[in-house]
C-alpha cells in the first residue's frame, strides 16, 4: 500500500509558474512509478506526465511538453510536477498516481494508488 498527498496548487495568472508535489509514504514507496493526471471542469481525467520509479524514462502530454516537469526526490519520496508557462486550459484538480510496472503508463487505468487531489487555476 502507497498513500498519496499532493500540495502546491493554488491560483495564478497566465505565464507564471507553480510547483505540484506528491509526498508518498508506506511500503517500497520509492519502487512506484509516478504519474500526473489532470480533470478539467465537465471533462475526463486526462495524462499529464509519468516518470518511472528510476527516474531514467518520462513521457508528457503534447499539451504540456516543453513547459511541465516532472521529477522524483528519493530523499523525501516525494515527485514533483514543475508547470511553467501556464495557459488557462491548465486549469483542472491535479491527481498524482503510483504504480508497479515494467514500462511507463500514459493510462488513468494503469495506476492502483491516487492522492486526493490539488486545484490549479489559471486565469488570464
Known amino acids: 500500500q502507497v498513500q498519496l498527498v499532493e500540495s502546491g496548487g493554488g491560483s495564478v495568472q497566465a505565464g507564471g509558474s507553480l510547483r505540484l508535489s506528491c509526498a508518498a509514504s508506506?511500503?517500497?514507496?520509492?519502487?512506484?512509478?509516478m504519474g500526473w493526471f489532470r480533470q478539467p471542469p465537465g471533462k475526463e481525467r486526462e495524462f499529464v506526465a509519468a516518470?518511472?520509479?528510476?527516474?531514467?524514462?518520462?513521457r508528457y502530454a503534447d499539451s504540456v511538453k516543453s513547459r511541465f516537469t516532472i521529477s522524483l526526490d528519493y530523499a523525501k519520496n516525494t515527485a514533483y510536477l514543475q508547470m511553467d508557462s501556464l495557459k488557462p486550459e491548465d486549469t483542472a484538480v491535479y491527481y498524482c498516481?503510483?504504480?508497479?510496472?515494467?514500462?511507463?503508463?500514459?493510462?488513468?487505468?494503469?495506476?492502483?494508488?491516487w492522492g486526493q487531489g490539488t486545484q490549479v487555476t489559471v486565469s488570464s
Open positions: 498516481a503510483a504504480r508497479v510496472a515494467v514500462v511507463i503508463s500514459t493510462s488513468p487505468a494503469q495506476y492502483n494508488y
Open positions: 516518470i518511472r520509479w528510476s527516474g531514467a524514462s518520462t
Open positions: 508506506g511500503r517500497q514507496a520509492r519502487a512506484y512509478d
